[in-house]
């Protein structure tokens, strides 16, 4: 099997690399079926922000999965979803999002919150390896993408996945039009 690549980075195997994630991450990836066709790439971790990475190593911002949290509550009930949408969008989090949650408001989850609760760095969050009472919203437009790269739960690397492998990921709810 061809791992998911780009001209400007070197992929390696992730299940031989779980070094280069971050332990939740790595704990997915050891019980997943889908890992055998996941690279993990090494960057400098200055180089983390979608922005100067696909500026730095030359890659296309629609085949960049950009990671946030959003929280809302209902009735006392704190609702956290994870939307994973393309870099050259950004998550319906007024709209879509708070009605896919159920909410009233929503909001970012602060970061101290985000990287705590995760148990991933600020700067690398993703959607493989997060808590399990999250919910994981992935924009349907990331599936047709042949590679995505998405963070790995550290800064100095990055996953890149078949873009429908996502829709395997545990507990993945494939939206239309997540990112707007």
Not at 105 to 112: D, I, V, W
Request: hydrophobic residues 50%.
């Amino acid at each position: 099997m061809t791992l998911p690549s780009f001209p400007a980075l070197e992929s390696l195997p992730v299940l031989d690399h779980l070094d280069l994630v971050a332990p939740p991450v790595a704990g997915l990836l050891a019980a997943w079926p889908q890992a055998d066709q996941v690279a993990v790439v090494e960057i400098d971790p200055e180089l983390a922000d979608t922005a100067a990475m696909t500026a730095e190593y030359d890659l296309p911002l629609a085949a960049s999965g950009n990671c946030v949290v959003v929280v809302g509550a209902r009735a006392g009930e704190e609702r956290i979803a994870a939307c994973v949408v393309r870099a050259d969008t950004r998550a319906d989090v007024n709209s879509l999002v708070r009605k896919l949650i159920d909410v009233r408001k929503a909001t970012f989850l602060s970061m101290e919150r985000a990287v705590e609760e995760s148990g991933m760095e600020y700067g690398g969050i993703t959607p493989v390896g997060l808590p399990g009472g999250w919910r994981l919203l992935v924009d349907e437009r990331l599936l047709a993408e042949p590679v995505v790269i998405l963070g790995s739960g550290v800064r100095r690397s990055k996953l890149l996945v078949p873009g429908p492998v996502l829709a395997d990921l545990p507990g993945a709810e494939v939206v239309a039009d997540l990112g707007r």
